[in-house]
């Protein structure tokens, strides 16, 4: 009875507990009260940290996107290149203008003409890519100026002023352009993990170094594999018997395997790829267009490249040193070029030399070549310790320089020697290793 008649109370004083007039239960509510503000604030807080993460990234995405479609270049630049590119979309092939500058930072001068200009083709779709360099030295027209050497069409329009001039050269039409600046592209090579490239001759150049001072590159013979400050000196050095048309031959060494290690990094590593890209390369083409670009190569279980120099002799023409494109093996070479052939299949025996008048002025106006018989090349100071054609410029009679224009044997050994490229290893998509198409610079000079 006793046991019985205590249980109704303690079922009461447990109601009791949590009834509206009891303390426990005012206590209870606010502690729950207090929990519910705590979640709102932190979900809120959480929010915050989402929409500004998410802004900050929207901020940095814009930023890259700017470095990378602007750079320095002025609205007026940025829309002469709209105007003269014919954009087409990546299922088809197309072509790309590669233009290099040297813009050092302790020399202001370097960088005022394209010291590289490379055309690409382009076919995503079959997984080709062919390079075809222009030597900055071509006689060319220019509109308005007259005859000029190829890289002053970078001088007088900029970025569209050589894209104009490789079209009307090669008969084609450019889609994109990218220019880059060398010096900054240390950054990028060691962003991949530096490159694998084949050294034909042992590089010891401490004109061709960042700072000589600071790190002096010795690139020995052989196939080497180069960390960003190697690849520049690479990328930059003429001490060779061919000097500027072996430096030629070595950008686009670089670049093809820089295009070999952006393909086989993985796609996580992208957006640093990307970033060092910004810092060094100006171009056209959107983060979603080289994004795209790389996907379509990266689904191939390999990719082709190949590389050629057009098919050119040097000469002195009003006094001035030249290099005159052979337009009918040029016409010839673009032919395989444009069907996805090897360029460097082409025999330029075939196609000889036309004649062309050595004294003949240049007829230029403005600053043109004409201008450049006293002052040096296009108008611009000649430095005799700076020619770009090696010793052969001003100790041999080599490419016509000294009134002659037949190499000796030795001479001409040297110069297959120095402008026949290599083949490279390939990284395939997936990452293995493939045998890269042979490739040369079969090139008369």
């Known amino acids: 009875m006793g046991r019985d008649a205590q249980r109704p109370q303690r ?118 890519v062919t390079l075809v360099s222009i030597p900055r030295d071509t006689r060319i027209q220019i509109p308005g100026h007259g005859a000029n050497k190829f890289n002053a069409s970078y001088a007088f329009g900029g970025a569209a002023g050589v894209v104009k001039a490789a079209e009307e050269l090669l008969d084609i039409d450019i889609s994109h352009y990218a220019e880059v600046n060398f010096e900054s592209l240390i950054d990028l090579v060691d962003a991949v993990g530096g490159v694998d490239v084949e050294v034909e001759e042992m590089i010891d150049d401490p004109k061709a170094d960042l700072d000589a001072s600071q790190r002096h590159n010795v690139i020995e013979e052989g196939m080497q594999h180069l ?8 990328a930059r050095s003429r001490a060779f018997a061919a000097g500027d048309f072996t430096r030629s031959a070595h950008q686009r060494q670089l670049i093809e395997a820089i295009i070999q290690q952006v393909l086989a990094a993985p796609i996580t590593q992208m957006p640093t790829i990307i970033e060092k890209a910004s810092q060094s390369v100006t171009t056209d083409l959107s983060i979603s267009d080289i994004l795209q670009l790389a996907q379509l190569f990266k689904d191939k279980s390999e990719i082709t490249m190949y590389s050629a120099m057009l098919p050119s002799e040097t000469a002195m023409i009003g006094g001035v040193s030249y290099v005159i494109n052979n337009e009918a093996a040029t016409e010839a070479m673009m032919e395989l070029v444009k069907a996805g052939e090897d360029p460097a299949t082409l025999d330029v025996s075939e196609y000889p030399m036309p004649a062309y008048d050595s004294d003949e ?70 990452g293995s290793s493939s045998a890269l198409s042979s490739e040369s610079d079969r090139t008369l000079y």
């Not at 002025?74 to 197309?94: H, R, Y």
């Not at 960390?227 to 690479?234: I, K, M, N, V």
């Not at 018989?373 to 770009?388: F, H, Q």
């Open 227 to 234: 960390d960003g400050q190697e690849a520049l000196a690479f």
């Open 361 to 430: 002025g240049a007829g230029a106006t403005g600053t043109s070549a004409g201008s450049a018989a006293s002052d040096g090349e296009d108008g611009y100071p000649y430095d005799p310790d700076d020619d770009p054609y090696g010793s052969y410029s001003s100790n041999s009679d080599l490419y016509g320089y000294g009134g002659a224009n037949t190499p000796s044997d030795d001479e001409n050994a040297a110069l297959d020697d120095a402008t026949s490229a290599p083949s490279h290893p390939s990284s395939s998509a997936s």
């Open 11 to 128: 079922r009461r004083t447990s109601t009791r507990a949590y009834e509206r007039d009891s303390g426990r239960y005012g206590q209870t509510a606010r502690e729950r009260g207090r929990r519910k503000r705590v979640i709102i604030v932190a979900v809120s807080v959480l929010c915050l940290l989402f929409v500004g993460a998410s802004a900050a990234s929207a901020a940095y995405y814009f930023h890259i996107s700017d470095q990378l479609n602007r750079g320095d270049k002025s609205q007026e630049e940025l829309d002469a290149l709209n105007d003269v590119l014919e954009t087409t979309g990546f299922e088809d092939p197309f072509y790309l203008v590669l233009i290099g500058s040297d813009a050092r930072s302790d020399d202001p001068s370097m960088g005022a003409r394209s010291d590289t200009n490379i055309v690409v083709r382009v076919d995503a779709p079959e997984g080709k």
